[in-house]
């Protein structure tokens, strides 16, 4: 078992480090930190961070995600988003709460739902739905150029 804090001293249980590629289906329970890259789904509840170097190709269903790097792939998050001013996201969001620091760069559409419905098949409550667009371009590989 690893004794990894995170920046808020969270306790990082799950850890894709910086240079890692990992390819696969990840049930999480706890804390999951990606620096390095990954191509696959993430699911089951719990926290995702994706830090200034981490990449990621995936569906991501998780209690609260973060992002600082890039991640290519919807997310649907049942407690909040948080992408930082260094986070690029290419797909779609729906959350409870969405909080997006200034200079982020993300193509997709954001749903806020009411707490808890966002992994729900039925009906929700829909608070806002918009469309954000890169308003100015940012140097980055392809995704097709990530190791496998």
């Given amino acids: 078992m690893s004794n990894y804090l995170s920046e808020d001293g969270t306790f990082i249980n799950s850890l894709i480090g910086e240079g890692t590629f990992f390819k696969g289906d990840l049930t999480l329970n706890g804390l999951l930190r990606i620096d390095g890259d990954f191509k696959g789904t993430i699911s089951d509840g719990g926290k995702v961070l994706i830090g200034k170097s981490g990449r990621a190709e995936a569906a991501v ?9 890039v991640l290519k792939g ?19 969001i729906t959350a409870p709460r969405l909080l997006i620091e200034d200079g982020v760069i993300l193509n997709g559409y954001c749903r806020i739902v009411e707490s808890g419905a966002a992994g729900s098949t039925g009906s929700s409550k829909t608070g806002g739905l918009f469309s954000l667009g890169a308003g100015r371009r940012r140097e980055m590989e392809t995704a097709s150029s990530w190791t496998e």
């Fill in 74 to 92: 919807d997310i649907q998050a049942t407690e909040k988003v948080v992408i930082l001013s260094s986070g690029l996201v290419i797909g779609n």
């Fill in 61 to 69: 269903k998780a209690g609260t995600v973060v992002i600082g790097g």
